[in-house]
């Protein structure tokens, strides 16, 4: 822990404990997280091009945001709103999905989920239920 030592008006110096904030995720996490967002899926990147659009109305979504042990498709921090995209895998991975929606949701986050098959063919449907979220999230 550091101490800095901040400067009031008229010379007087004022002394602060600073402690980093606790790291989001660990740095093997991290850096796969770099790498899936160089590799996005047809739908990530479908849906990634109409969340960028959220940026006029001041919702920032992140794309391969890691938060503890886990790596969501796409998070805005601000609104603790996750938005996973699940493929054919993931009916095979049904308790995982569990364990890490009870995780993300132990963390303040809500998680919404899509079918790549529902981002790739009825974008309109996907889109209204993310505002509906975010206005939930308001």
């Not at 498709?73 to 364990?99: M, N, T, V």
């Not at 303040?108 to 981002?119: A, H, P």
Request: include cysteine; charge should be positive; glycine fraction near 6%.
């Amino acid at each position: 822990m550091r101490i800095y030592r901040i400067w009031g008006g008229r010379g007087v110096g004022l002394e602060q404990k600073a402690t980093m904030p606790p790291k989001r995720s660990t740095p093997k996490i991290l850096h796969r997280a770099g790498e899936l967002r160089k590799e996005p899926t047809p739908a990530e990147a479908k849906l990634w091009a109409y969340l960028r659009l959220f940026r006029e109305d001041g919702i920032h979504f992140r794309k391969q945001h890691a938060i503890g042990p886990y790596i969501t498709d796409f998070c805005a921090p601000r609104k603790k709103l996750i938005i996973e995209l699940d493929g054919s895998q993931h009916l095979e991975q049904e308790k995982h999905d569990e364990e890490r929606t009870k995780y993300l949701e132990s963390q303040g986050y809500k998680v919404i989920r899509f079918w790549n098959n529902d981002v790739m063919n009825n974008m309109e449907s996907v889109i209204l239920a993310i505002n509906y979220a975010l206005e939930e999230r308001s």
